[in-house]
């Protein structure tokens, strides 16, 4: 019996103290604080979530409640970040540390001794968690292959086969570029198309906008009687706009064209050359349109044009796979014999893309 009465006094006290301690329990974990980064704004509006990146005059900044957000810089009053952030700053200097904001201004502390690293303002900052690219300290490399292709057997008999690529490789002041495509097909036994072209490129960047550039271009066409036309070129171009969703770049120059042909006679010439690159995602990302041509004038008598164009839509699909639909346009003045001036391509692909 007093055991019995000792247990019941042990389950009562116990049942006590829970209950007792449980509220204590629920307002120790809604005071404790959730990590965050805080961006004051001008107009006294507060906003918490990741700090992202700053690049341009926008800064992004991922939420729990709005997922990303992007924050016009000239809004942004202060910035306390919880985790050390990198920064580039206007003099160029790059510093890795906790930006919060003083009576006295923003401040950049040392996460291990948290002391003040740099005293700055919003203004000197350039950029926030920017690429490797951007300050100089590596490459970032983007491309897509697309490849398509039919294949019959029975009483027709036919075979296609389409693949077209790109591979950029961006650092500060430098970039390469490779692009080329290859089509081949066949009907009944009998081919029908077989051309082939690659283009390599070297852009140096003088001034954040403004680049110059040496490209080749290696083209062949069989049924164009083309057997290799080579091009060198050397010009200068401007970047419009870089960026993850939005590229337009313009090109121009000079270039010396050496064309060798099956059955006419050889020939090489200068001329004159102008280029345009485009590419922009749109709908939230749901596709991406593209567009380049590229124009070469010859002033001579008699004169030739060449002008080759891809215009297209990427849809992306998951883990890179993309559909892809474009269509190319070749075009030369001043064909061999009686061929059409004039060639049209539609294409339907799948790929890959990588950035």
């Not at 160029?92 to 009576?103: C, P, W």
Request: glycine share 8%; hydrophobic share 35%; with cysteine.
């Amino acid at each position: 019996m007093p055991n019995s009465l000792a247990t019941l006094a042990y389950l009562y006290v116990d049942k006590t103290v829970k209950c007792a301690l449980f509220p204590l329990t629920m307002l120790s974990m809604l005071a404790t604080p959730v990590l965050a980064d805080t961006i004051w704004l001008k107009n006294g509006d507060k906003i918490t979530g990741t700090l992202g990146v700053k690049i341009s005059n926008k800064l992004t900044v991922k939420t729990t409640y709005a997922d990303e957000v992007k924050i016009n810089w000239n809004d942004i009053h202060s910035i306390d970040a919880d985790k050390p952030i990198l920064m580039q700053l206007s003099d160029g200097s790059i510093v890795n540390g906790r930006l919060i904001h003083t009576d006295e201004g923003q401040v950049i502390l040392d996460e291990e001794t948290n002391t003040p690293l740099v005293d700055t303002e919003l203004d000197e900052i350039h950029y926030i968690n920017p690429s490797r690219d951007l300050i100089g300290e590596g490459y970032v490399w983007t491309g897509n292959l697309s490849l398509g292709g039919a294949f019959n057997n029975g009483n027709s008999t036919n075979r296609n086969m389409q693949f077209n690529g790109e591979s950029v490789l961006r650092g500060l002041e430098n970039r390469y570029t490779v692009q080329g495509y290859y089509y081949w097909a066949e009907d009944n036994d009998e081919q029908t198309q077989n051309n082939a072209r690659v283009r390599g490129q070297y852009d140096h960047f003088f001034t954040k906008k403004w680049f110059s550039y040496l490209n080749t271009i290696q083209e062949k066409d069989r049924f164009r009687d083309i057997k290799l036309r080579s091009t060198y070129g050397v010009g200068t171009g401007y970047q419009i706009f870089e960026g993850e969703k939005l590229n337009l770049s313009v090109e121009g120059g000079v270039s010396l064209i050496k064309q060798d042909y099956y059955e006419e006679s050889n020939d090489s010439h200068a001329a004159l050359r102008w280029a345009v690159n485009y590419n922009q995602y749109l709908f939230d990302s749901f596709v991406q349109a593209f567009h380049r041509h590229e124009v070469l004038y010859t002033a001579r008598s008699p004169s030739q044009i060449l002008v080759y164009s891809s215009t297209g839509l990427r849809f992306p699909f998951i883990f890179g796979l993309s559909a892809s639909t474009q269509l190319d346009y070749n075009y030369d003045s001043r064909p061999v014999d009686d061929r059409v001036k004039g060639d049209t391509r539609a294409l339907f692909t799948l790929g890959y893309s990588w950035k």
